[in-house]
């Protein structure tokens, strides 16, 4: 039985094969990877995430800071100022994380959000995802006793393609119109010619908005106005999803929590809330980084009139997880 018998309209489902879990990172091919290396000339390196601990309080009410514990010896001791009972001058420590894995810097998987769609074209919605994986038959439901997972479209798919190539830096943050600061595909295509950037098929974008700016200055006394008041991509610019497609780029990265904005964005009923999301994740298969900080490396880049470096930003090869903390590197 083929999984799906309808695609949604403009999507590539099967354009990398069946059984893909990957989709646009197949276009990170070892040439363009070495394309990226080559823009690592001075070899100088800046961290691109946020301290997993960030952002200092809620954007996302389910979404909560890591909490580190101690984990616990053969012994049943705790295991931090470790002693082997029997002598020895060893001391240890070794602790455990309980961990929202977006939470703060993260990648979404290709299956962390899906759409309702009717893909066997039984007159009947399905939950799908991109390639027409189904929640119904390609995840494991949580419920009493019984951890969730992926069994398609995992991170750890991701993973294993080692998310490195060419980063693209746009800085938006003087892009956005209106009251809401949303950035469209005139807007978008304004800042990339100005920066001189290119974007070329399997480059990562990474959209850099200053959000990320003001929870590192800020902490947990970001001022909420503030960060609302950084722009956003606008998920419903039919022109700007278009490019995206167009364009070939194999990720999306932004400092700010979802890449798109949701704020001051009309939607028809019954569309998407998240429709850069669908278009991204769902239809094209295009991984999603969000809450990344670009702080350090845009000033450098902008010193240097240079819009590309290297990235290097693999998720934790953690199977059946739908998303993961990042900790991306920009190399320039
Ligand atoms: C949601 O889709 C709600 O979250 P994220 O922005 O992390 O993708």
Redesign the pocket.
């Known amino acids: 039985m083929p999984r799906w018998l309808k695609r949604p309209e403009g999507s590539n489902w099967g354009a990398f094969g069946d059984e893909d879990q990957v989709g646009r990172m197949n276009l990170v091919t070892p040439e363009r990877r070495r394309r990226a290396l080559a823009e690592a000339k001075e070899g100088q390196c800046f961290f691109l995430g946020l301290p997993l601990d960030y952002p200092q309080g809620k954007i ?1 009410a389910g979404r909560n800071p890591p909490r580190l514990e101690p984990t616990h010896g053969s012994d049943g001791r705790v295991m931090y100022d470790w002693t082997f009972a029997d002598g020895g001058s060893d001391v240890i420590n070794d602790d455990r994380v309980v961990l929202d894995l ?1 939470y703060s810097s ?1 990648w ?1 998987g290709l299956s ?2 899906g759409c309702c769609f009717d893909a066997d074209s039984d007159g009947v919605a399905e939950h799908v995802f991109y390639n027409g994986f189904r929640s119904d038959r390609d995840f494991v439901q949580p419920g009493e006793g019984v951890a969730p997972r992926a069994l398609a479209l995992g991170i750890e798919n991701l993973a294993r393609t080692c998310v490195q190539g060419r980063g693209v830096l746009v800085d938006v943050r003087h892009a956005g119109a209106g009251p809401h600061a949303l950035v469209g595909y005139e807007a978008l295509m304004r800042a990339i010619e100005a920066q001189g950037a290119e974007v070329e098929e399997g480059d990562f974008l990474c959209i850099y908005t200053g959000y990320g700016d003001l929870l590192m200055r800020d902490g947990e006394h970001v001022d909420r106005a503030a960060l609302a008041a950084c722009p956003g991509l606008d998920g419903t610019d039919r022109r700007l999803l278009d490019w995206i497609d167009r364009s070939g780029l194999a990720a999306i990265c932004a400092d700010n ?3 798109e904005k949701m704020e001051g964005v009309e939607r028809c009923v019954g569309t998407a809330r ?1 429709p850069l ?1 669908e278009h991204c994740l769902v239809k094209l298969g295009i991984h ?1 980084g ?1 809450f990344w900080w670009f702080g350090a490396i845009a000033p450098w880049l902008a010193a240097h009139r240079r819009a590309h470096f290297l990235l290097t930003a693999p998720p934790l090869n953690l199977p059946g997880a739908v ?1 993961s903390p990042a900790t991306p590197v920009g190399t320039v």
């Open positions: 996302f977006q993260q979404d962390h959000y929590p979802m890449v998240l999301h999603l969000e998303g």
